[in-house]
Structure formats: structure tokens, C-alpha cells
């Protein structure tokens, strides 16, 4: 009688580890799809979210340069400032940056002509118009758009 204690002990033991087996096997076929799925997700969402970035920046550029050439110094120097903001805090990002290394690198002048360009629309200049539309032009020859 022992033996046939032990018998379906084993038996029922070896049908508890095969109905586990097929659980975590039927688990990972339902895990493994939604888990590709997501990092496909992922990297589409970090690339749309790099474009926004870059079109953000762009648009203030070309909102400041707007401004400017209207006369309409004060909005200009808001947008000329937020450039400025957006792409230090970009350059500072290092490899999460939405700029490669070598836009970061050739961007770099134009950053030293923030305090210049700022000035120049405070005061009410109207060369700041043409600084500023000398700006996007470099800036969207670099960022190549």
C-alpha cells in the first residue's frame, strides 16, 4: 500500500509541476509580444518627444526674429530668452540631449551671441531683427531640418 501511496504522490506531484510549466509557458507567450510592443512604443515616444524639442526651440527662434521685424521688441526678447533657455538646457542634457554631439558642438557660437542679441532688444534696436533672422538660418542649417 505504500507503494501505491508514493506512486501518487509522485504522479500527482510531477502533474502540479507540469501544469505550472504550461502556466508560466502560456505566462511568457502573452508577456513577450506586449513586452516588444512597448520598447517599439518607447522609442517611437522618445523620438516624437526629441522632434517636439527641436521644433519648440525652432519656434521661439522664429517667433523672436517675427517679433523683432515688426517692431515688437519686448515679446521678441521673451522668445529670444526662451530659445536660449531651451538650448542650453539641451546642451547641458549630454546624451539625452535631443541635439548629437556634433549639433551641440557647432551650436555653441551661437550661445555666445545670447547676451549680445538679448541687449540689442531690450534697447529696441532694430539690428536684433537681422541678428535674429541670421540665427535661425544658422541654427536650421545645423539642426539640418
Sequence with gaps: MSENW????????????????????AFLLGFIPMWWLNSQ?????????RQTSLAR???SLASAAIYA????????????SDFFTSLRTETNKGVDSALS????????????RRDEIITLLARGDATSADLLS???????TIVNR
Design 6 to 25: 508514493q506512486s501518487r504522490t509522485t504522479h500527482r506531484a510531477r502533474g502540479f509541476i507540469l501544469h505550472v510549466v504550461l502556466l508560466l509557458v
Design 41 to 49: 512604443c518607447s522609442s517611437s515616444l522618445a523620438e516624437a518627444e
Design 57 to 59: 526651440m525652432e519656434n
Design 69 to 80: 521685424q515688426r517692431g515688437d521688441y519686448e515679446t521678441a526678447r521673451q522668445a529670444a
Design 101 to 112: 554631439q556634433a549639433e551641440i558642438t557647432s551650436l555653441q557660437p551661437l550661445v555666445t
Design 134 to 140: 541670421d540665427l535661425y538660418v544658422s541654427y536650421r
